[in-house]
């Protein structure tokens, strides 16, 4: 069932942001847009850039990505949702949007590397589907990831606080980094995973555009 899409003008946007996301009719279209906005690096400070921010300003992060899309399949009918997925203490988070197709999970993501990007709808749970980020969710040669969230809805919070904001929405990404979430492995799993070889870390050096310094390569 296709929700009603919400107006322009409760989103916060104006005629010209809202057709540009409006013409996103399907999750394949907005992952497109959403690759096609170079990184954004934070050159000048940490952004939770809003919807109506990235777009004047054409970068992006994952955060910021997952905003657009979701709002994107917000319009073309499908619910707002985000997860949030966890790393261990020397890694960051990484948060896609969620959409439903034949009752499998898919994600939208923007990431400057090869590994934590589209995943297509064949996920019963989203469980499944945050283990098919498990052995690309990476820093260098060691397997990261820990938790991932139960389907954010940002429905529940007002638009204007995600979507047309004109400052940060650091109070959103607290948020959901704060909705509950679910370990994926045991300590005990986590203490015997396997080092990626030379080979998976060469690969995984591979960015798509490119980066200021080491930290950024490393972190975007």
Known sequence: MRLRPPTAQRLGLSASEYRTLQRLRTPERIQDFVTSLPTNFELHGDTALSVRQTLQQGHAHCLEGAFVAACALWICGQPPL????????????????????DGHWGAISKSNHVWLRWRDPIH???????????HEYVLKDRKTLRTYSRAYDLRRINPGLWVGRDSNCFDVADWVDES??????????????????????????????????????NKY
């Not at 985000?82 to 949007?97: K, R, W």
């Not at 019963?124 to 498990?134: D, I, P, V």
């Not at 080092?195 to 310094?213: Q, T």
């Open 82 to 101: 985000l997860m949030d997925m966890q790393a261990d203490d020397t890694d960051d988070d990484h948060v896609v949007a969620l959409f439903r197709s």
């Open 124 to 134: 019963r749970t989203l469980r499944e589907l945050a283990l098919s980020y498990f």
């Open 180 to 217: 509950r979430h679910y370990r994926l492995i045991t300590p005990t799993q986590a203490r015997r995973l396997r080092r990626r070889d030379a080979m998976e870390v060469k690969a995984g050096r591979l960015l798509e555009y490119v980066a200021p310094d080491a930290r950024s390569a």
